[in-house]
């Protein structure tokens, strides 16, 4: 699959009707199909904050008991897992932002 299909599928996937209105329905982690589970699960009541690389994404849960928490979406091999709340994700997300501009920086001055 190339970027556009995959942009076209998370396209599709939020214009659904009720996806970002409906609770999601996880409280415990989803074995997707590379962990001896199945290949299909809701992900309503989430949104992609970013691709992570090679298909898996974060999404932050905003509707449902488990609003403010990330989960990882592997969907089509490991399933889906629970993650760090919204603002641990973020401290992560923005400490690994500063150290790969840190470290290419003292790189160009090498």
Not at 94 to 102: D, E, F, R
């Amino acid at each position: 699959m190339d970027d556009e299909e995959a942009l076209h599928g998370l396209r599709t996937e939020c214009l659904r009707a009720g996806s970002l209105v409906n609770p999601f329905p996880d409280t415990t982690d989803w074995r997707g199909p590379g962990t001896g589970g199945e290949a299909d699960c809701s992900v309503a009541g989430t949104l992609v904050l970013s691709e992570i690389g090679c298909g898996p994404l974060s999404r932050l849960v905003i509707m449902g008991t488990g609003a403010g928490q990330v989960w990882l979406d592997d969907r089509s091999w490991g399933g889906l897992t629970s993650g760090p709340d919204f603002l641990d994700w973020c401290s992560a997300w923005l400490a690994s932002q500063w150290i790969s501009n840190t470290v290419l920086e003292i790189l160009m001055h090498i």
